[in-house]
């Protein structure tokens, strides 16, 4: 059998109620994405990206329930990736788990780029104060960026409960101001025949549509998972956890498509009579879309108002990635192939170590990665196959481990879960080749680096568990390869337009079978859940209480 290491170090202390939960949730949704993704997808879909929105939150709504499930059937630290360990064996579980990481840990960098790049458009900041030189980061911009990745992780260091509790304070305002911007500019401006100018309501027609998905739309509604992550700390998981990824989904589907709808309006016609390339009369990468809507309507106010927003709206997204990206690495470190360090806890129950790495690497990730285009692009597939294990992998435990008291469960699951994998391998495809095929490499080196961790703590994890990971390298050679003959960034178009899609479902739909098949034994699969058996006690004996 494959071992793995006993808890070390202090536990994870279970102190985050429902808000807590609900709004470190709604607080990842409600990041930069709502200051830039509205205008980039207007530029790709026009008018029609109010159906990208539509055909978002429709994708991610079905993720969301399984991860809803997840959170109470298993309340466990990075339990959206852990569970993969449960049904598919030590390698698909590190896999998952890896590519949640490697998305949470970069989002991050990716709301301080946004705070910079909104901030930087005034243009006072940008005459006596510039952090960006042709859209990238200079020396200012480094700097600054570097000390609020650390305000990040002293927040963290902090805990669970002093990082839910600052959050929902946070959180209230991050929700108030798109709501109030959207009331606001659509009383003062809102032209009807925009939804028609440019082209007509569908200028780039349905290729337009989903081409907006990786665009930053995907990124800007995904994050309903990280309360999941949280579980391990979670008061109530079994109560409380499958309300609080649902809400959050909720509100932010709404708000993201009245955003998109509020945007349209507002705009110039004057600015849309030759498309949609600039639709604020300006380059995008010069001024923020909001502040610059904002000017042009007289509201010097909102505008004011939303620069405060432009700081705290990332910021507070940020903060909590750096936490749940830590508690994935500590359910990584719970497995012998990886450092020890990764799985210890102080005596307040922080993951102090996985807190410094994702710190790190989050500092480093302003090397190669300066723009924020090129960052949501990476991220969002990586998002897209940790989506992808979660309800291949809940399917199976409904097989392995049916008899788990279940205080959510998705409706009808024969249809849920494959329909899930398909919009998880969906969101993948559409992010096009250019970025797929960087992040296999990614994923790669990942395996590689737990391939070496297990042959040097001799766990026979890959003599043993091969066959239940197998799966995974069609799964992902695969994508490279319909990402390279479709059309998708980067892609050389052989499959005509639609025929991609109905190639990208029928491909998800056999690899998810065929995955299926390949869950590992009812004995192996028990002695992966009892392995955190502690933390699910925890759970139950805090569920079990009198209110």
């Known amino acids: 059998m494959v071992v793995s290491r006993p808890m070390t170090g202090g536990r994870l202390h279970r102190s985050v109620g429902f808000y807590g939960l609900m709004f470190v949730s709604l607080g990842s949704i409600i990041g930069s994405g709502w200051l830039l993704g509205a205008l980039k997808a207007a530029q790709v879909a026009g008018p029609a990206s109010i159906l990208s929105w539509l055909v ?30 449960y049904s598919h064996g030590p390698i698909a579980g590190f896999t998952a788990g890896w590519a949640g990481w490697l998305q949470a840990v970069f989002i991050p960098p990716i709301e301080i780029l946004a705070t910079i790049n909104y901030i930087n458009s005034v243009e006072t900041v940008h005459d006596h104060f510039n952090m960006l030189d042709n859209g990238l980061l200079n020396h200012n911009g480094l700097i600054v960026a570097i000390a609020m990745m650390l305000v990040f992780t002293a927040i963290n260091l902090a805990g669970a409960k002093f990082l839910s509790e600052s959050n929902t304070v946070v959180v209230i305002w991050k929700a ?46 995904q994050g309903f998972e990280q309360a999941v992550h949280l579980a391990g700390e979670a008061k109530n998981p079994k109560r409380d956890l499958a309300k609080a990824v649902i809400t959050a989904m909720v509100i932010g589907a709404v708000m993201y498509a009245l955003l998109q709808v509020a945007l349209i309006g507002a705009l110039d016609p004057a600015n849309l009579k030759d498309g949609w390339l600039t639709p604020l009369g300006t380059a995008p990468s010069a001024y923020g879309a909001w502040y610059t809507l904002a000017l042009v309507l007289g509201l010097g106010w909102l505008a004011n108002v939303l620069l405060v927003d432009a700081i705290i709206s990332p910021a507070g997204t940020g903060v909590i990635y750096v936490g749940t990206s830590a508690r994935l690495s500590y359910a990584l470190g719970e497995e012998r192939e990886m450092p020890s360090a990764l799985a210890k806890t102080n005596a307040k129950g922080v993951p102090v170590f996985s807190i410094l790495l994702a710190a790190v690497v989050g500092c480093v990730a ?38 788990r008291a279940r ?34 490499i990614a994923m790669a080196v990942g395996i ?33 390869l319909i990402g390279w003959l479709g059309r998708y960034g980067g892609g050389s178009e052989v499959i005509p337009n639609f025929v991609d899609l109905g190639v990208v479902i029928a491909f998800s739909l056999v690899i998810y079978y065929f995955g299926l098949s390949q869950m590992q034994s009812q004995a192996a699969a028990d002695a992966a859940i009892a392995k955190d058996a502690d933390q699910m006690a925890s759970a139950e004996a805090i569920g079990s209480q009198p209110k």
């Open 176 to 221: 108030l101001v798109p709501f109030l911007a959207i009331f606001v500019v659509a009383s003062v401006s809102f032209k009807a025949a925009n939804f028609t100018a440019g082209g007509g309501f569908m200028p780039f027609g349905l290729h337009g549509v989903f081409a907006a998905l990786p665009a930053g739309v995907v990124f800007a509604l």
């Open 366 to 403: 302003f090397g190669p990665f300066k723009s924020w285009k090129d960052l949501v692009e990476v991220v969002t597939s990586a998002t897209a196959i940790m989506y992808g294990f979660a309800p291949l992998s809940l399917h199976a435990l409904h097989t392995l481990d049916g008899g």
């Open 56 to 85: 978002a939150a429709a994708m991610l709504a079905v993720l969301a329930l399984v991860f809803s499930e997840i959170g109470s059937a298993y309340p466990v630290a990075g339990g959206g990736a852990r569970i993969s360990y």
């Open 448 to 480: 590689g680096l737990f391939a070496i961790g297990a042959v040097r703590a001799k766990t026979g994890a890959l003599q043993k568990c091969w066959r239940h990971s197998v799966w995974i390298v069609p799964w992902f050679a695969g994508h490279v």
């Open 407 to 440: 205080a959510y469960r998705v409706p009808v699951p024969w249809l849920a879960f494959p329909a899930a994998f398909c919009s998880a391998n969906l969101i993948i495809y559409f992010s096009g080749f250019d970025t797929t095929w960087k992040l296999m």
